[in-house]
């Protein structure tokens, strides 16, 4: 198993926390070489917060790990491919890599809905994978969440 697999099933071990505490499934880690710098999950409904966002949460407690608002060098692992308001968080924070599993297709601003990560305007670019592999677990997470809603 890589690193990339280890970091993206903690992602998704975070993410099923926020399900199992009634939020959209989504999970972060933020990792510089193969340390954890700072997780998150989706908490928008209990901290009523609308950016509260799993990536928002684990970009603040990475800052925080080392005491800079700036991370160059790291890496965002996340369930779910992030919205514009995370894609501008990344490049605020210098993050150096976004990996994502499932597609976000109403708001996923890295290949979904537009490419901001692509932008060449912006003073810094985030590269970006998506890891196929692991979005039918992700997808299926996010399906179940919200057909038990329904």
Not at 19 to 33: I, K, L, N, T, Y
Not at 47 to 52: H, I, Q, V
Request: aromatic share 6%; proline share 4%; hydrophobic share 45%.
């Amino acid at each position: 198993m890589s690193d990339d697999d280890v970091f993206m099933f903690r992602a998704l071990a975070l993410a099923k926390e926020a399900a199992e505490r009634g939020e959209v499934p989504v999970g972060a880690v933020v990792v510089e070489g193969d340390r954890i710098l700072g997780e998150g999950r989706n908490a928008q409904i209990e901290s009523m917060d609308p950016t509260a966002h799993a990536e928002i949460k684990a970009l603040r407690a990475a800052a925080t790990s080392v005491a800079n608002y700036r991370i160059p060098g790291a890496t965002l692992y996340v369930s779910l491919e992030p919205c514009s308001m995370c894609c501008g968080a990344l490049i605020h924070a210098r993050i150096s890599t976004v990996i994502f599993a499932a597609r976000e297709p109403r708001a996923g601003a890295v290949v979904s809905t537009r490419s901001l990560l692509d932008e060449t305007e912006f003073n810094h670019r985030v590269a970006w994978v998506e890891a196929v592999e692991h979005a039918p677990a992700s997808a299926a997470m996010l399906r179940s969440f919200f057909r038990e809603r329904r």
